[in-house]
């Protein structure tokens, strides 16, 4: 009966497996302990109350909030690993005209569903979708002043925790810059 309903629930999709949500974590091969364990697990389920459910939900989503957190740490400590070498996509900025030591530097999970924007002690996450649409702006056409307003704008409308970490005065503070620079020579889109 399993086998009749897998083969009608594909006849309804034309054959084709769906897609996963945007925003979805794409899924890891599964060995077979994972197999055993989402059986076992989907298996309980009929047997479970609406708050057993919920707190099954709720462990779910700190748990991956964790691995989350644990994958940030390591492209940290990639990042401290890897200092000032030519390979990382990091450059010097200088704050209002004073030598100032903050390093801005973009790094990408390992996944590349996410990037993080460090500057100084302070960092915040893009999503891939995000980091394309700042690539676009970067590499756009115009003058370095105009792809600097078309960067601070967006950031305004879109993004105003990125003035948090990078605090840019205006469309002509020398971090924008250093920011469009950095996007500009560290990311390319494919055609």
Same mark, same amino acid.
Request: avoid cysteine; charged fraction near 30%; hydrophobic fraction near 35%.
């Given at each position: 009966? $399993?086998?009749?309903? *897998? @083969?009608? #629930?594909?006849? +309804?999709?034309? /054959? !084709? ?77 200088? $704050?209002?005209?004073? *030598? @100032?030591? #903050?390093?801005? +530097?973009?790094? /990408? !999970? ?82």
């Amino acid at each position: 009966m $399993a086998k009749k309903t *897998a @083969a009608s #629930a594909k006849s +309804k999709t034309g /054959g !084709t497996s769906k897609k996963p949500k945007a925003g979805s974590v794409e899924k890891k091969p599964a060995d077979p302990e994972r197999r055993a364990l989402a059986a076992e697990l989907q298996s309980l389920i009929p047997e479970l109350d609406s708050p057993g459910l919920a707190f099954l939900v709720n462990q779910a989503k700190i748990h991956l909030y964790n691995m989350q957190v644990d994958e940030l740490n390591k492209a940290r400590e990639a990042a401290n690993a890897a200092g000032e070498s030519s390979g990382s996509a990091a450059v010097k900025s200088r $704050a209002g005209g004073k *030598a @100032a030591a #903050a390093e801005m +530097k973009i790094l /990408g !999970t390992d996944s590349g569903s996410s990037y993080y924007l460090h500057y100084g002690n302070n960092s915040v996450m893009f999503s891939r979708n995000e980091l394309i649409h700042l690539v676009k702006i970067a590499n756009g056409k115009g003058t370095d002043s105009e792809i600097r307003e078309r960067l601070y704008n967006w950031f305004e409308r879109e993004r105003k925790d990125v003035f948090a970490t990078v605090p840019m005065k205006d469309k002509f503070d020398s971090r924008l810059k250093t920011l469009a620079a950095l996007i500009k020579n560290n990311f390319k889109l494919r055609k």
